[in-house]
């Protein structure tokens, strides 16, 4: 990377959010940019989670981009080596190689008030940008629990993120640390491999039948041949899932009957009334996410299996000790114990207008206007940002609104800078910040997940839930479409002859 290089755009991460931000760039006619990746390949969490079983529970034909279509999906569900190299492929067709900087991990990004624009410290070198648009993720940095004694374990230990291919579990003693989505998957895929499997189980999710199926050769070639056949699939996909949002965000008693079908989905293969009371939740169903699996529930009945209803307290040398002081020797210990998700790392990194890091500015909670930008960060936007999660559809219709919302957001500073004098840039306005998010507090009160209760990791420390999106994504592409710049402050650069004297200064609109 050359020294001092300046581009438009820099784009941070490059899975679903970096690729996709890439792709739109170019359709804009914006081809001053780089994506910076820290790792040597692209993909984010799919090309990280290699873990034996790790697919998604959302159907391909959803979860995928719009613009980057695949009449070829293998099943209903892939698995992540095939969205792995969907994301590969899309890297390929767009043309998007000579953007990518790969072992380029960010370090840390400075916004410079006097020339408007970022300061990019990267592990390949430094940058500037107008723009940056950080696409790291929510599921990027694993999370493992501060355990006592975990350091004293002198067996193996990794996360289901940062799996270790060369380890052998066959006829192992394995636990498996939590049961999310994750370790749901897991758990079904090496329960025949291990000798002994024992499973910590701090609070148990409800799982419901997972209605997979490999897509036929016929479907294939019909949504090869006539492409209307596949987008009326992808609309039937999303328009079922837009229809549900409503028992999750108003009507969470509706959930009750959802409630019965995971009932029966777990009493009809787990017989053992010991097991079932242990398996059984006692909080409603979407309020945690739900899971989706037909393999766990029979992994979990098989003999070398046992389920510590109880999270992981403590390791004393080798054995391992459960809150309710049921003990477990071991000689590898897998946490599925998921993401840095409300304290995304990314944010002790960058640096707004006075200095002040993201983590510092978030330190009571992450607040974004739209889920994207951030008060004291200008020309700075986050993909996924705060409250973009969804809790039962695909989260590549949230990244797509938000790309609109990218591309309309260089389109303004454009138009400013043509009609101005110098370049501009946009702040969020804090009180814009603030009325958006009362707003979307308020939705939340009524919403299963602050209502179902149960702890999860949509909610952040103070117990707000930060995460997700209480609405549908059709609405949540209608208020990203077009950025509204009564709620920002233009920001222009003083004149060279005033530099010195001068801050950056609000220009009257
Ligand atoms: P997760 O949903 O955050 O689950 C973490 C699990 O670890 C929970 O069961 C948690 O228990 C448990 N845990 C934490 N500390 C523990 C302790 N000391 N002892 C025992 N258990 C402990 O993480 P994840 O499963 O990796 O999933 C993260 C997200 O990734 C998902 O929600 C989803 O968005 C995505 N994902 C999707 C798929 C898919 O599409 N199929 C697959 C994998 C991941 P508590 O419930 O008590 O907190």
Redesign the pocket.
Same mark, same amino acid.
């Given at each position: 990377m050359a020294e001092h290089e300046h581009v438009r755009v820099a784009v941070i991460g490059s899975g679903f959010g970096g690729l996709g931000a890439a792709v739109r760039l170019r359709r804009a006619g914006i081809t001053d940019f780089v994506v910076l990746e820290r790792r040597d390949s692209v993909g984010g969490t799919w090309r990280d989670?290699s873990y034996p079983g790790?697919?998604?529970? #959302?159907p391909s034909h959803l979860y995928s981009f719009s613009f980057a279509p695949n009449p070829d999906w293998p099943r209903n569900f892939s698995g992540q080596e095939h969205i792995r190299a969907y994301l590969e492929r899309v890297a390929d067709t767009f043309g998007l190689r000579p953007h990518i900087r790969l072992d380029s991990e960010v370090l840390q990004a400075r916004w410079d008030a006097e020339e408007l624009r970022w300061e990019i410290e990267t592990g390949s070198g430094t940058l500037t940008a107008d723009m940056v648009v950080s696409a790291t993720g929510p599921?990027s940095d694993p999370?493992i629990?501060d355990?006592p004694g975990l350091d004293g374990f002198t067996g193996k230990v990794f996360h289901?993120?940062q799996w270790d291919h060369d380890y052998d579990l066959r006829g192992k003693r394995v636990a498996v640390?939590? $049961?999310?989505?994750?370790?749901? +998957?897991i758990i079904p895929a090496i329960q025949p491999l291990v000798g002994k499997l024992t499973v =910590? +189980? *701090? $609070?148990p999710?409800w799982v419901m039948p997972r209605m997979d199926r490999e897509i036929s050769g016929f479907e294939r070639r019909l949504h090869t041949a006539v492409p209307p056949t596949r987008a009326l699939r992808r609309q039937m996909l999303w328009l079922i899932r837009e229809f549900q949002v409503g028992a999750f965000t108003k009507h969470p008693a509706q959930m009750r009957l959802v409630e019965k079908l995971a009932k029966y989905h777990m009493t009809r293969v787990v017989k053992d009334p010991a097991l079932r009371a242990k398996l059984t939740p006692d909080y409603r169903i979407g309020c945690? *996410?739900i899971?989706?699996s037909n393999t766990y529930y029979p992994a979990l009945t098989r003999p070398n299996v046992d389920v510590v209803a109880s &999270?992981? *307290?403590e390791v004393r040398g080798n054995t391992l000790v459960a809150a309710d002081g049921t003990e477990a020797e071991v000689d590898a210990v897998i946490f &599925? $114990?998921? =993401?840095h #998700?409300t304290d995304v790392p990314i944010a002790h990194r960058i640096k707004g207008a006075d200095g002040t890091t993201l983590a510092e500015t978030w330190k009571d909670g992450m607040e974004a206007l739209r889920g994207s930008t951030i008060a004291g960060f200008p020309n700075f936007m986050m993909i996924i940002g705060p409250n973009t999660g969804l809790g039962n559809s695909s989260m590549i219709l949230i990244i797509e609104a938000q790309l609109n919302y990218m591309i309309d957001y260089l389109r303004q500073l454009d138009t400013l800078t043509t009609a101005g004098t110098g370049r501009a840039a946009l702040d969020a306005r804090p009180e814009a910040v603030r009325s958006w998010n009362t707003r979307i507090q308020e939705r939340m009160r009524r919403t299963v997940w602050t209502t179902g209760g149960c702890?999860?990791?949509y909610l952040d420390a103070n117990g707000r839930n930060t995460t997700v999106w209480p609405g549908t994504t059709g609405e949540f592409r209608r208020v990203t479409r077009q950025v509204d710049l009564a709620e920002y402050r233009v920001l222009r650069a003083p004149a060279p002859a005033d530099r010195r004297s001068a801050d950056t200064v609000e220009a009257a609109r």
């Open positions: 989670n790790c697919a998604c529970d #959302v599921l999370k629990p355990i289901s993120a640390i939590g $049961t999310g989505a994750s370790a749901i +998957q =910590f +189980q *701090r $609070t999710a945690k *996410r899971l989706l &999270g992981l *307290r &599925g $114990t998921g =993401f #998700v702890e999860s990791w």
